[in-house]
């Protein structure tokens, strides 16, 4: 059974930092893009940040800069390191795993991040 199992989330004020954690079981993690998006209340998810399995990493324009994306293959996990919280980067951020050769995916349930003072 896949799991991707999202933590690290909460409140945290204008300028603070976060770090986000995506603990992943049931999937062969070196074969998997791993993703972080984002769903603010009343929009579409977006795309935050993308690592590929060889560690190759693209990011938002409103997070270059701010936010860092990681995958650690020996925990089976990805993160997201949050600088410089805007009020704009409040959300529901959820991880993704994108198999490479199906383009099969999977989704967390989310954590919530808000920022505000």
């Known amino acids: 059974q896949v799991q991707l199992v999202e933590s690290g989330g909460g409140l945290v004020q204008p300028g603070g930092s976060l770090r986000l954690s995506c603990a992943t079981s049931g999937i062969n993690f070196i074969y998997y893009n791993m993703a972080w998006y984002h769903q603010a209340p009343g929009k579409q998810r977006e795309l935050v940040a993308r690592i590929s399995s060889g560690g190759r990493t693209n990011y938002a324009d409103s997070v270059k800069g701010r936010f860092t994306i990681s995958r650690d293959f020996g925990q089976n996990a990805v993160y997201l390191q949050m600088n410089s919280l805007e009020p704009e980067d409040t959300a529901v951020y959820y991880c993704?795993?994108?198999?490479?050769?199906?383009?099969?995916?999977?989704w967390g349930k989310g954590t919530l991040v808000t920022v505000s003072s």
């Open positions: 993704n795993a994108d198999y490479l050769y199906t383009g099969t995916q999977y």
